[in-house]
């Protein structure tokens, strides 16, 4: 299960930083988001929303250099 996140979450980055061919879709933003959500709340049982994902992506990609 674990690996099948991290799968996911490796794709939703791909998508994030532009790299795929294809745009991320909504459902596949949204998969990735619950996912994300689901492992924070197993892992550390801190509950996160859709809002604090983004958040936490935006940030992390405004510090990678260029």
Not at 36 to 53: C, H, M, P
């Amino acid at each position: 299960m674990l690996e099948e996140a991290e799968k996911r979450i490796a794709a939703s980055k791909t998508g994030a930083e532009g790299t795929s061919g294809d745009p991320i879709s909504s459902l596949e933003r949204s998969v990735a988001q619950e996912v994300v959500a689901n492992a924070v709340q197993k892992l550390i049982g801190v509950d996160v929303t859709a809002a604090d994902i983004d958040a936490a992506i935006a940030a992390t990609l405004e510090e990678r250099p260029q």
